[in-house]
């Protein structure tokens, strides 16, 4: 395999993890993105040094990738064996828009499916029910062992199992039952599992199925056909509708907590389920037979099983993936409270067990599907409703927030009053988006406020990358660059992306002002119209609450003293160009005299960013200098006489006067 590597930065931002400490304690240096595409096996695998589940899945493996091209190769591993670690990040991310994520996930669907083929070979022998039910669970639970036992498949055996076993007992066993006996099972063996989102979307998911039933119970969805092509059609019709009932009953429950985990709620995977989920026991169905005829049967045969086995699971991408971009994910950019999420989460339980008491009486049952229709639509609405003040409209001062980016910049601002200001959006590539993982998760965190304006500085990768997710995602407005790169083809998918999410890109042809909430002013200062893109950096100067602070992009000497004319002393100065050697020269930084430096850097980059002269020079004119990289975001709130800051690393707030120390004079850069 090939990929970028990275030292463990720790990327400590609000509403973020953090996991580069976690990892340096655990001794690991550094990690790798891998390109899933350049995943190959060697030819001599090791027989030894793995477990038993490890090696199986393995040679399984193998298989897969000898006979099949590889993104179908890569989804079979993904559905059949749980491993995702080879489809690529468009793919993933189309099942996740499209709403059927799941089907990544060892679930019911699969564990369905494996019983169906054990019932037909069990039929196929004849053997007597105890034997075959025997058969059938030891296969079972053999499957969840060699898939890693993942909670999804823990909880789709142990409902199997119950149902399976009571009917063999002669007992009735309601799946209401199986599925708390399978909750507390799951949560008595590790109390930390109702944390794992996988489990979470997925008991909650069979929660909505199981309040959907009364559903489908009372339009009578369930009927046998009679004979004759009018009844085949109403069954058939029937089928179609018992779908639709589960799978709106299933999106419903997940509702709350998909807006929690993603910011949006995948809406097309109502109508998508009904087309993909076929598909998908028919793909299933081909691989475990193309499995068994790799392993057993004629190689012409298991070579015309392999072609069956592409041509379904091209088919399911491209079904699954021209689908989800029919309609967008329902944006939810302020977090939903989770007592919200647990009283709808309750609703739907009490609907369901009504639901089961209902079940052998007809007069209760128009009665158990008004619960179960009224609970799931407060669970589908729950994400959509209003909580809580507007955000950013009890914002008495202006807030700077420096994001940890890695190597890149991103600053978020509040404005006093409401709204609010991006300048740049860190980097993204195949394997890491910063707009998905640092700053919406922050904008989420910082109350779901929809940025009015963006400021794009210039036109590079670490300033421009997470802009396009933003975009997708309805955090943009309007967004200000400089035109540089016209002819680039990221340009493209910013501008496709902007128009998707409602907002517009403008490029300055000259310096601007703009009059904003609060009392607040910003003045965007073109750089250089020749010269490398760095010089062509905008600079963004914001007057709020007495304090001005300057956002200066990746300007180098030459942009310096091009913009220098036109710029006053500052209060903040978020340093340019990551704190370069080829910046902050003397006649910058006794221009501007800035009180606080933002330097954003990457943890151990290979620039060598921030150059020590630079921190130096800062210093010696009195500034606080703050690094993303040892600090993590850094928070300011900007007040008439100082401004008070707070970093991940030390959140305890801390004053700093705009008025300079004592040993300080403003033309000296030298104590």
Same mark, same amino acid.
């Given at each position: 395999?090939?990929? &970028? ?52 899945? =393995? ?9 099949? &091209? ?34 990544? #996930? ?41 898939? %890693?036992?993942?909670? #999804? ?24 039952? /199986? ?32 309040? #959907? ?21 109403? /069954? ?181 009053? %409401? ?9 993204? =590539?195949? &394997? ?17 406020? $929809? ?22 995602? $309805? ?107 080829? &910046? ?6 006794? $221009? ?13 980059? $290979? ?35 100082? %401004? ?23 033309? #000296?850069?030298?104590?």
């Amino acid at each position: 395999m090939s990929g &970028s590597y990275r030292p463990p930065e720790d990327a400590r931002n609000p509403g973020g993890a953090a996991p580069g400490r976690w990892l340096a304690a655990l001794g690991i240096a550094g990690t790798i993105a891998v390109d899933p595409l350049s995943l190959s096996a060697p030819a001599d695998p090791p027989e030894r040094g793995g477990s038993l589940g490890a090696i199986l899945r =393995d040679r399984l493996a193998r298989q897969l990738a000898a006979a099949l &091209s590889p993104p179908v190769a890569a989804l079979t591993r993904g559905m059949i064996l749980g491993d995702r670690s080879g489809i690529a990040p468009a793919i993933r991310d189309s099942f996740r828009d499209g709403g059927t994520i799941h089907l990544l #996930s060892i679930s019911g669907l699969h564990v369905c499916i494996l019983a169906g083929f054990l019932t037909l070979f069990a039929t196929a022998l004849r053997m007597p029910p105890g034997p075959s039910i025997a058969l059938e669970l030891v296969a079972l639970w053999a499957y969840v062992a060699l898939v %890693g036992a993942p909670a #999804s498949a823990i909880r789709s055996a142990v409902l199997w199992t119950a149902v399976r076993c009571g009917r063999a007992w002669g007992q009735v066993v309601r799946p209401f039952a /199986a599925w708390g006996l399978a909750g507390l099972i799951l949560h008595l063996l590790d109390p930390a599992s109702v944390l794992d989102p996988g489990f979470q979307l997925s008991f909650a998911a069979v929660l909505g199925l199981g309040a #959907s039933g009364a559903l489908s119970r009372l339009s009578g969805v369930s009927g046998k056909p009679d004979g004759g092509l009018r009844s085949t059609i109403r /069954a058939w019709g029937r089928g179609a509708w018992s779908l639709f009932l589960q799978s709106g009953g299933a999106t419903a429950a997940t509702t709350g907590i998909q807006s929690r985990l993603f910011g949006a709620v995948p809406v097309i995977g109502l109508l998508l389920n009904l087309a993909v989920i076929p598909l998908c026991t028919v793909f299933m169905a081909e691989a475990i037979l193309f499995l068994v005829l790799r392993a057993a049967g004629p190689p012409a045969i298991a070579a015309i099983g392999a072609g069956a086995l592409d041509v379904s699971g091209l088919l399911l991408l491209a079904l699954n993936h021209h689908g989800a971009r029919l309609l967008a994910p329902w944006f939810v950019p302020r977090p939903v409270p989770i007592p919200w999420v647990a009283v709808a989460l309750l609703g739907l339980l009490a609907a369901w067990a009504r639901a089961e008491a209902a079940r052998g009486g007809d007069p209760s049952r128009s009665s158990a599907a008004r619960w179960s229709l009224g609970a799931l639509a407060v669970a589908a609405l729950v994400p959509l409703a209003p909580h809580g003040p507007a955000p950013g409209a009890s914002r008495e001062r202006a807030v700077v927030v420096a994001l940890d980016v890695g190597q890149g910049d991103a600053a978020w601002i509040g404005l006093p009053g %409401g709204g609010s200001m991006l300048v740049d959006a860190g980097p993204a =590539d195949d &394997s890491r988006d910063a707009g998905e993982l640092v700053i919406e998760p922050a904008l989420r965190a910082e109350g779901g406020e $929809r940025v009015g304006l963006a400021v794009l500085s210039h036109a590079h990768l670490d300033h421009f990358g997470g802009f396009a997710w933003l975009a997708r995602r $309805r955090w943009i407005g309007t967004l200000i660059e400089n035109g540089s790169d016209p002819s680039g083809a990221w340009r493209g998918r910013l501008r496709a992306a902007l128009r998707q999410g409602g907002g517009r890109i403008v490029p300055l042809a000259r310096d601007s002002s703009f009059a904003a909430a609060g009392h607040t002013t910003i003045e965007v200062i073109r750089g250089l119209e020749t010269g490398g893109e760095n010089d062509r950096s905008l600079a963004v100067t914001l007057r709020a609450g007495g304090a001005s602070i300057l956002f200066a992009g990746d300007l180098e000497s030459a942009g310096e003293g091009a913009v220098l004319p036109r710029l006053a002393p500052v209060s903040v100065l978020k340093a340019p160009h990551h704190g370069s050697r080829t &910046s902050s020269g003397d006649a910058w930084v006794d $221009r501007l005299h800035p009180r606080i430096v933002l330097v954003s850097c990457g943890e151990r980059n $290979r620039f060598g960013h921030p150059d020590r002269d630079v921190i130096d020079r800062y210093r010696r004119i009195g500034a606080s200098v703050l690094r993303t990289d040892q600090e993590g975001a850094v928070r300011i709130t900007i007040g008439a006489k100082g %401004g008070w800051i707070s970093t991940r690393k030390h959140p305890a707030p801390v004053f700093v006067p705009w008025a300079r120390p004592d040993w300080v004079t403003p033309s #000296s850069h030298i104590p």
